[in-house]
């Protein structure tokens, strides 16, 4: 079974710029959830969704924002980079409480 | 609120020595616990998981960690280190009813000829 995919894995954005990040769950997943790490803060969730609806939030300013499609593929979306948007991205899927994550997306904002 | 804390940030080990990441949790109601490893450039991946069966539980790569409910603790261990462990490992405790996984800082495994 294929595991989780992100695309793209590295992207180099400035400021003000918005950017969308997407994730392909585990065949069989219905819920992903997004992650931002960084050196400083570890590991932050930012949200989850489960059958298209959001089902838990975190912690984060509503420019960060995501969605999922009916083919359980998501979307995250980051409007007005600042440069403490420097992190990696990580997505992970779930059929029941276990986590599998993708590679990441490194986003670099100058 | 749940919450983790891992001892110590960094760890460095002889090459064939015993490892012991420590890993504490803060729950009001049984947990889920699970151990990840991160690789440079890569996500996590699972090594184990405790779902409230059996308290000692065996991982991947030879690792195994034990659940001690008294202590609050979920300590990851090998008994001998090989130069491929060095890796960033996270511990963190999820609830039942979907609540997303809370990860400790992480704790960075060197591991020493």
């Known amino acids: 079974k294929a595991g989780v995919t992100q695309t793209p894995r590295y992207l180099i954005k400035t400021r003000g710029q918005q950017v969308t990040l997407s994730c392909s769950p585990i065949s069989g997943h219905r819920s992903v959830s997004w992650y931002q790490q960084t050196p400083g803060q570890g590991l932050q969730f930012l949200f989850e969704?489960?059958?298209?609806?959001?089902?838990n939030k975190g912690n984060f300013p509503g420019r960060f924002s995501g969605r999922q499609f009916s083919n359980s593929r998501s979307e995250m979306n980051v409007s007005t980079l600042e440069l403490g948007d420097s992190a990696l991205y990580l997505c992970?899927?779930?059929?029941?409480?276990?986590?599998?994550f993708g590679p990441g997306t490194r986003l670099t904002v100058t | 609120a749940q919450s983790v804390t891992q001892l110590g940030s960094h760890v460095s080990v002889s090459e064939g020595a015993l490892v012991l990441l420590r890993c504490n949790y803060s729950?009001?109601?049984?947990?889920?616990l699970f151990w990840y490893v991160q690789y440079p450039n890569q996500g996590l991946q699972l090594l184990l998981k405790y779902t409230s069966a059996a308290t000692l539980v065996k991982g991947i790569n030879g690792f195994e960690a034990e659940f001690k409910k008294s202590e609050t603790s979920f300590h990851l261990t090998k008994p001998s280190a090989h130069m491929s462990d060095a890796a960033e490992y996270f511990c963190a405790v999820g609830l039942k009813g979907n609540t997303p996984l809370v990860f400790g800082k992480g704790t960075r495994l060197s591991v020493i000829a």
């Open positions: 992970a899927s779930s059929l029941d409480f276990e986590q599998y």
């Open positions: 969704y489960f059958s298209e609806t959001q089902r």
């Open positions: 729950s009001s109601v049984p947990p889920y």
